[in-house]
């Protein structure tokens, strides 16, 4: 409902701490992956992507894990800085191409 | 290069009026989505065409939601007549296949009064 909405999990880290944001997705049949960040007032931004047939990748700072055994998602974020505070969503894409997206974490980094 | 641009920014109505949202993806890129996105929660896919062509519109409320993707590169979002539970960010985004990542605009914050 909209009060669940409202109250976003939020993942409080130390400026320099890595951070790990989790996300369970639905559909065993999903190949794509994505997470996306968004800032207040801006719309979603790509921050890496993965299909099925890997377990990780990685980019700057970034890297995401995928265990399709337990249809789990996580995002890990090295030396995590101000500037990572965000809302993270992470999608999936099943097999019509439907970008279904998750309920999203919010990312707090105190300095 | 330029991403997604979304016009206009945000839009106050009252309910009962029409409003319309206007996209125009990356260039080259074939699929554009429309979502819909209610504050605190994650985008919700409304309809996607590839090219011209709507493929997915299952989520759209056709009794009042409408979308047209004319020569397959801009794309308009119109609801007629607004309510007052249509309040939310309507978000457009465009990928250069159905099968890569999908870039997003900065969305339209529709407020109905």
């Known amino acids: 409902g909209e009060s669940v909405g409202l109250h976003l999990p939020t993942l409080s880290v130390q400026e320099g701490d890595n951070s790990i944001i989790n996300c369970a997705y639905s559909?065993?049949?999903?190949?794509?992956f994505i997470w996306y960040k968004q800032e207040s007032g801006k719309g979603p931004q790509f921050i890496i992507d993965?299909?099925?047939?890997?377990d990780k990748r990685q980019g700057q700072r970034v890297t995401v894990l995928l265990n399709k055994t337990v249809k789990h998602l996580s995002l890990q974020i090295a030396a995590t800085q101000p500037g990572d505070s965000a809302v993270y969503f992470c999608?999936?894409?099943?097999?019509?191409?439907?970008?279904?997206f998750g309920s999203g974490t919010r990312l707090l980094v105190r300095p | 290069e330029a991403g997604v641009v979304q016009s206009p920014r945000y839009k106050i109505i009252e309910k009962k009026q029409p409003v319309a949202f206007w996209c125009n993806p990356i260039?080259?890129?074939?699929?554009l989505y429309w979502y819909l996105q209610n504050l605190g929660q994650g985008p919700e896919l409304l309809i996607r065409?590839?090219?011209?062509?709507?493929?997915?519109d299952s989520q759209l409320p056709k009794d009042r939601f409408s979308a047209e993707r004319l020569k397959g590169v801009d794309s308009t979002l119109k609801i007629q007549p607004a309510e007052l539970g249509d309040s939310a960010v309507y978000l457009c985004?465009?990928?250069?296949?159905?099968?890569?990542?999908?870039?997003f605009g900065q969305g339209t914050r529709l407020t109905v009064v």
């Open positions: 985004a465009s990928s250069q296949e159905m099968n890569t990542e999908a870039f």
């Open positions: 559909n065993s049949a999903s190949d794509y």
């Open positions: 993965i299909r099925s047939n890997m």
């Open positions: 999608a999936e894409r099943g097999s019509s191409y439907k970008l279904i």
């Open positions: 260039s080259g890129h074939n699929t």
């Open positions: 065409y590839e090219n011209e062509e709507a493929v997915d």
